[in-house]
């Protein structure tokens, strides 16, 4: 099934501390992956960032919520344990806990109101670093759109430029003018420029990069091979700014030769990763508890 969100996990959290024992965060969530029946994919599931799984991190904030709301209080180092408020509140056999539920709550509505917790977030079951996240994801995605539309509507000699760059950045072609001199000089065979794939050149990469504007298919890659094959080569990198066909991405997986293509999407992801074409405007630091400093807990 798949992962409840955080406030689907407020009213299970708290009825496994029911009991009035102390219980940490890590028995919870396991105990709450059963009660779900969520299997290893499931639990598996990461965030848009792939640094915590998601149902872990709506645990804990599911366990956070219920905290500020005084039905849970900390005991130690990821542990906790019911508050009489929260067995109040098991008593009165509550259908489910949301946010709403909790507004009811002083301690609670002082949180929201220190954090400026906009609802719409909650409403959709999002926890605070899925909505961040999600923000931007959707400011990725614009930015890697308008990359696109501009690199399609560059020069080639510019196009070739960017190509350079970019692969500079990632740690290919030695120094900036060995790079210059490699790329976009050949033309020799389907082979626009070759260029070192570490900085003492100890192999080289030959590659072929083109502003397309249609799908491209397993013959263009198949004669981009056979161009590889004259030149005694074993690797090489097919850049395009449109998108390759299923049948050429399942070609490159079957021959003895190392192709990796990249189509505009990718392009454009690689140039904001590397910061190519593109300038920072703001950046966030989204931190945690250093739980070894509290180590004595």
Sequence with gaps: MAVPDFQALMLPLLNIAGDGQEHSLDGAIEALGVQFDLGEEDRKELLPSGRQAKFDNRAGWARTYLKKAGLLESTGRGKFRITERGLDVLKGNPASIDVKFLSRFPEFLEFRKATKREPEGEETGQTPEEALELGYQNLRRNLAEDLLERIKGCSPRFFEKLVVDLLVEMGYGGSRKDAGQAVGQSGDGGIDGIIKEDKLGLDVVYIQAKRWEATVGRPTVQAFAGSLEGQRARKGVLITTSQFSPDAKDYV??????????????????????????TQVASYSVRKVDLDYFGEE
């Design 253 to 278: 997986t079957r021959i003895e030769k190392k192709i990796v293509l990249i189509d505009g999407e990718q392009l454009a992801q690689l140039m904001i990763d590397h910061g190519i074409g593109v």
